[in-house]
């Protein structure tokens, strides 16, 4: 991509998004696109931070709260397609002024990303969690080889689901420390958690 090209689409991009309701100075997200044609995230100002560059093209933009913190995350829609539909929605949480990455969900056309993300985010329960691990458990307790499905999709997916819903929980319980403290250590530790987080979302995927 041309050097003119990816800097007018950046221009556009942060454009669209400044003007999300959910947006709130200083912690405005901004996408950036680089030389390669990846995009980030930063906000317009008081951060250095940036979320992991993704390789794709950025087909939309919408706002969601997702994670029910009362703070809107910003949705980005691009053109990574998969088994199970033909975009993938990246959740951005610049709830503490900084962005980071919070959750990946494939999703079937960009129309459904609310809808379909919403109710995936929503199944990363403990009760799942739980069940999953069962599964692994029974089924790496048999004699012989594994079989393909079980080596190549059930432990791939419910590993990377027990991951994300361990880190989803870990940002819960220091986001509440952090409202009832507010000091500069629990705002410390739920960064911490954030960042585990953005971890395990940039791992989460669901084999097919």
């Given at each position: ?13 942060a ?10 100075v ?14 980030y ?14 390789d ?29 539909g033909?975009?993938?929605?990246v ?33 990363l329960t403990?009760q ?12 790496t307790r ?26 989803n ?39 097919d």
């Open positions: 991509m041309p050097l003119a090209a990816i800097s007018t689409a950046a221009l556009l991009l454009s669209s998004i400044s003007g999300l309701e959910a947006c709130d200083p912690s405005c997200p901004s996408v950036q696109v680089d030389s390669e044609g990846m995009y995230v930063g906000v317009e100002t008081g951060s250095e931070r940036l979320t992991p560059a993704i794709a093209t950025v087909l939309a933009q919408l706002a969601q709260d997702i994670d029910g913190d009362g703070t809107p995350e910003l949705v980005i829609i691009d053109d990574r397609a998969s088994a199970f033909s975009v993938t929605a959740y951005v949480d610049t709830s503490t002024g900084e962005p980071y990455l919070a959750f990946q969900c494939q999703a079937s056309i960009a129309d459904a990303v609310e809808t379909e993300c919403l109710e995936w985010y929503q199944s403990a799942r969690a739980i069940e999953g691990a069962d599964i692994i458990y029974s089924s048999q004699d012989g080889e594994l079989d393909w499905e079980t080596r190549n999709l059930a432990i791939p997916n419910w590993t990377s689901s027990i991951a994300l819903t361990i880190a929980l870990n940002v819960d319980l220091h986001r509440e420390q952090h409202a009832h403290s507010g000091s500069a250590e629990t705002l410390a530790s739920l960064k911490a958690a954030l960042d585990l987080r953005e971890l395990r979302a940039l791992q989460f995927s669901i084999a």
